[in-house]
């Protein structure tokens, strides 16, 4: 039977790197997030993006169960048009 979840209880989230979850490499993660591969290293220096994992020497991919974290975290701000402010 399953188990209710109180209000003011922790939901776990899946772990990652877990069996159902996926490494991407830096041109899957750069259609995901949009950014630069700069911007994403600058973003996670200052801890604003998850880091890397390396895979193999000179291979690094990320877990789509992070990006997705970090997608859900971002919050939208429509763009400023500045001829119409």
């Keep these: ?4 979840i109180r ?6 989230t899946p772990r990652a790197g877990g069996p159902s ?3 991407l490499y830096w041109p899957r993660v750069k259609d995901i997030t949009g950014l630069s591969r700069t911007t994403a290293w600058r ?9 890397p994992v390396r895979v193999s020497t000179g ?3 990320w877990w789509q169960s992070d990006l997705d974290r970090w997608k859900a975290s ?8 500045p001829k119409l402010a």
């Design 7 to 12: 209000d003011d209880e922790a939901v776990p």
């Design 59 to 61: 291979r690094f991919g």
């Design 43 to 51: 973003m996670q220096k200052a801890g604003d993006f998850p880091p």
């Design 21 to 23: 979850d996926r490494l």
């Design 74 to 81: 971002r919050t939208f701000r429509p763009a400023v048009n």
């Design 1 to 4: 039977m399953d188990r209710l």
